[in-house]
């Protein structure tokens, strides 16, 4: 793999956050680099970031209540990886701005699980913003009609139940990423689930477990790598997991799942010094105003509209097409994450900025889109080193946790940040050497995040079987 260039130079990770990479190229002048140099974090930075995560990490981790804290470092029920006992045909019902039923089938001593059957149902708008009843009565009518296209209504299968939203002991601790249904807070989603199953009378679930969508990750790709311990979610969220040793009541240390929830780092204004006036103008929108500061840096949902409040700045300061705007760029939305990934390839980016730009309504000249792709360069790039930053405060902990001199894991990685971005990856890795240079971090898409729900019910049903919960 060839390094990527704009990790090598000093405007990434020096410790003095040089701009030299624009200036070298000759064709970004002095202004437009001093609107795009608050994105450019250094090396320095990057580490005092990691520096403030763990301190909330670790104050998430003695929280008392979910008040006291941004990182809520919620403990689950998972204790350890999948070790291969579970087995047996399982459901799973993936939530995420919409709907996927699975049927999976995990088999004994260690063979290949098995997706034996899958369907994705729309979750409209108007359901995400609408009430309780209507949402639960949606996803009970996708595991119906997923269950009659089987032939299998009439099985009572155990359930993994994967929600990317906040949850705590089952319930809801808030509504993000386009969910906007306030009476769901507090209320536990398996009793929800299956109160309207009860009063629908045509099918049933058997054992059923809420597993957030990152620790599905993680058990998917450690049913194929033991070594995976942590787990990363890029996509219009973003989130952490990974395994705390924690002493239980007796006194004796075990490995806990802890879902980190660091979309909220930030929102005390421990990162306000890292935040340009692009961001806060961010926030300045409606939509989750003042909250999910590290996600808004992070995450796909964001990564676009920033982009867009810079080409506008731009355009205001006589910077970018020659001063001339159109209605569409000054919409809200109007400039997509999609179209970062497209700008920022090698071969075609700038033939493809002057057609997204055109399809604004813009008429750009070749200089025009080689601002606009380092913009977006500076916005993603920002975001992988962020993710970096965090990652590393995550194998660094586990490696000190367990006195290691040096600390080999795995990081079950899903989203299409991560996965459709064509430099996302390796600027994330190259950083996180840089910053993390005594752990050997590898990273692992998951086969299917359904599996790992289907694993973590998998457990459970096993320790019910044996009275153990």
């Keep these: 793999m060839n390094s990527d260039p704009t990790l090598n130079m000093p405007v990434h990770l020096n410790s003095c956050g040089s701009s030299g990479i624009l200036d070298e190229k000759g064709k970004i002048n002095g202004a437009v680099n001093k609107i795009l140099q608050p ?20 104050k998430g981790l003695k929280k008392q209540n979910n008040s006291d804290v941004t990182m809520k470092m919620i403990h689950t029920f998972v204790k350890g990886t999948a070790d291969h006992t579970e087995n047996g045909d399982f459901l799973v019902l993936d939530v995420d701005g919409n709907v996927k039923v699975m049927l999976v089938e995990l088999l004994k001593d260690g063979e290949i699980a098995k997706v034996k059957g899958e369907k994705t149902y729309d979750l409209s708008r108007d359901i995400l913003r609408g009430t309780v009843t209507q949402l639960f009565d949606r996803l009970a009518d996708c ?13 009572k299968l155990p359930l993994g139940f994967s929600f990317a939203y906040p949850c705590e002991n089952g319930a809801v601790i808030e509504c993000t990423k386009g969910l ?22 045509d099918f049933n679930i058997g054992y059923a477990v809420l597993v957030n969508d990152v620790v599905a990750t993680m058990m998917s790709c450690a049913y194929d790598k033991l070594s995976c311990e942590i787990g990363l979610i890029v ?4 989130n952490t997991c990974y395994m705390e040793d924690l002493c239980n009541k007796e006194g004796v240390k075990e490995s806990v799942c802890i879902n980190t929830e660091w979309a909220a780092f930030g929102d005390d204004g421990v990162l306000d010094d890292f935040r340009t006036n ?6 300045q929108m409606p939509h989750k105003a003042f909250k999910s500061t590290f996600e808004k840096m992070i995450s796909g949902m964001y990564m676009g509209e920033i982009v867009r409040l810079i080409l506008v700045k731009l355009v205001n300061e006589k910077l970018l097409f020659q001063g001339l705007t159109t209605p569409v760029l000054l919409e809200k939305n109007s400039f997509k994450t999609q179209h970062i990934f497209e700008i920022e390839k090698d071969a075609e980016g700038l033939d493809k900025a002057s057609e997204i730009l055109k ?9 025009d889109c080689d601002v606009v792709q380092q913009v977006c360069i500076a916005v993603s790039t920002r975001s992988a080193h962020l993710c970096a930053a965090g ?32 430099k996302f ?21 998951p086969k299917h995040s359904g599996i790992g729900a289907a694993i973590v019910a998998g457990q459970e049903l096993w320790k019910k079987r044996r009275g153990l919960v």
């Design 39 to 58: 994105f450019r974090l250094s090396q320095q930075q990057l580490c005092e970031i990691s520096t403030r995560l763990l301190r909330d990490m670790e």
């Design 143 to 155: 595991l119906y009609q997923f269950l009659d296209s089987q032939g299998i209504k009439d099985q």
């Design 180 to 201: 906007e249904i306030p009476d769901l807070v507090n209320k536990n989603i398996i009793l929800l689930l299956r109160e309207v199953i009860r009063k629908r009378e």
């Design 235 to 238: 996509d219009d969220g973003t």
């Design 278 to 283: 692009i961001d806060k103008e961010l926030d």
């Design 359 to 367: 399809s604004l309504g813009l008429q750009p000249s070749r200089e």
């Design 391 to 422: 990652l590393a405060t995550i194998a660094n902990r586990i490696r000190n946790n367990r006195g290691l001199r040096h600390f080999d894991t795995t990081v079950g990685v899903a989203g299409t940040v991560y996965n459709e971005h064509p």
């Design 425 to 445: 990856s390796q600027r994330l890795q190259e950083a996180l050497k840089l910053l993390a240079p005594e752990c050997d971090v590898s990273f692992m898409p």
